[in-house]
C-alpha cells in the first residue's frame, strides 16, 4: 500500500516513470484492482512525456483493443515514437505492423529494417523474423548465410522457430554445409520446448535413420 500510495503520489507531481508504474498495476491488477481505463489514462499521461516504455505499451493497447477501440493507426504511433528512442520492442512490434500492413502501408523493405535495429539490440523474435526475411528474399536481398547468423543468434536465446529454422538449414545445406547431426541437435532443442514441426521433424531423422 506505501509503494502503491508513493507511485500515486509522484505521479499526480507528473514524474512520468511514476505514471507508467502506476498504469502497470493498474494494468495488471498488481496491488489494487485491474482497472484498464484507468491504466490507459497513466500509459498515455507518461507516454506524452516521452516516456517509450508507455507509449509502446499504448501502442499494444491500441493493437489489441484492449479497453479501447481497436486502431492500428494509433498503434503504429505509438510504436514510432518509442522506436524513435530506440526501444527494441516497439523497434520489432513497428516491424510488425509494417510486415503485416495494419495501420500502415505494407512494406517489407521496412519492416526488414526494424527488424534489424531490434535484432542488432538482442530481440531474438526480430532476429527470428530477419533470418526468415533473408531466407525467402523478402524485404531484403536473399542470403541464406546471413538467415544462418540470425537464426544462430535467436537460437541460442532459445527461440523455438529459429531452433527449428536452424535445423532445416542444416538439413537442406542452406548457407552452411549439409549436417543431419546438427539438425537433429536443433531439432531437439525446439522439440523439448513443445515446437510441433520440430518433433515432427526429429520423428522423421530417427525413422530415416539420419
Known sequence: ?????????????????????????????????????????????????????????????????????QNFGEAVKWYRLAAEQGHKQARFNLGIMYYLGEGIQKNSKEAAKCFNLAAEQGHKEAQCNLGIMYYKGTGVEKDHRKALKWFQHSADLGDTLAQYNLGVLYTNGR????????????????????????????????????
Open 175 to 210: 548457407g552452411v554445409p549439409k549436417n543431419d547431426k546438427r539438425a537433429v541437435e536443433w531439432y531437439k532443442k525446439s522439440a523439448e520446448q513443445g515446437f510441433a514441426n520440430a518433433q515432427s521433424n526429429l520423428g522423421f531423422m530417427y525413422a530415416e535413420g539420419r
Open 1 to 69: 500500500r506505501r509503494v502503491l500510495f508513493r507511485s500515486k503520489q509522484l505521479a499526480e507531481e507528473g514524474a512520468a516513470e511514476a505514471q507508467y508504474n502506476l498504469a502497470l498495476m493498474y494494468s495488471l491488477g498488481k496491488e489494487i484492482p485491474k482497472d484498464d481505463q484507468i491504466a490507459i489514462k497513466w500509459y498515455r499521461l507518461a507516454a506524452e512525456q516521452g516516456f517509450a516504455e508507455a507509449q509502446n505499451n499504448l501502442g499494444l493497447i491500441y493493437g489489441k483493443g484492449q479497453g479501447v477501440e
